[in-house]
């Protein structure tokens, strides 16, 4: 899978809802019906991040739900790569981008959305046949100013900006043009989980699911 496949697939993957849900979970308990009511609620693409021990074991569960395209985050090495894949990840997210780490995906087969923040960074995805980018972190990178800024001369790329975005905040960022979505972890708040309170987040999937952009 060549980069403009890689980036070609995760436009897709971002095209399905204005948020993807970005997950940190400790409990495989929890994947099934979290992923359950995260797509009840119109969120089908779920970004596990590879934080957890659970992780792996939580992308295997998440991927037998239906209607769900579950995907890796924080990839970093070529290893983190091919374990996500052989769990079940369709899509990986990574905080920025190596030459290493676009060539495991490339033998893979699997999409990336490589991360990106400077003009410069930017600018060599671009080189390289991406046009979809992850933007973290945001918030302390410049938020949507910043990629706002970034438009003008780089029109070429879209992101995904990830990284201290709310609900006070996200309706900055799906305004813009060169935004296809947003990552974000309100829509599944870990206490949520602790109690098993799928239907709160199912509501929450909903809301976020009909924010404009």
Not at 12 to 36: F, G, Q, R, S
Request: aromatic share 4%; proline share 8%; net charge negative.
């Amino acid at each position: 899978m060549t980069p403009e496949q890689q980036s070609a697939k995760a436009r897709e993957i971002c095209a399905l809802a204005p948020v993807v849900p970005v997950l940190v979970i400790h409990d495989v308990a929890h994947a099934k019906p979290l992923a359950k009511a995260l797509v009840a609620g119109g969120l089908p693409a779920l970004e596990v991040t590879l934080r957890t021990p659970a992780a792996l074991d939580v992308i295997r569960a998440m991927a037998e739900v239906e209607g769900g395209v579950v995907g890796a985050g924080t990839l970093l090495t070529p290893a983190d790569v091919k374990a996500a894949k052989a769990a079940g990840a369709q899509f990986g997210v990574a905080p920025g981008a190596t030459d290493r780490l676009i060539g495991a995906c490339e033998d893979e087969g699997l999409p990336l959305l490589a991360g990106a923040v400077t003009a410069s960074e930017v600018m060599t995805l671009l080189e390289k046949g991406f046009t979809m980018a992850k933007f973290f972190p945001a918030e302390t990178s410049g938020g949507a100013a910043a990629l706002k800024a970034l438009g003008a001369p780089l029109p070429q790329m879209t992101f995904c900006p990830t990284g201290g975005i709310s609900p006070d905040n996200v309706a900055s960022y799906l305004s813009l043009s060169n935004v296809a979505c947003v990552g974000g972890s309100w829509v599944a708040p870990k206490g949520l989980m602790e109690k098993g309170d799928w239907a709160r987040i199912t509501e929450l999937a909903h809301a976020a699911a009909a924010l404009p952009r």
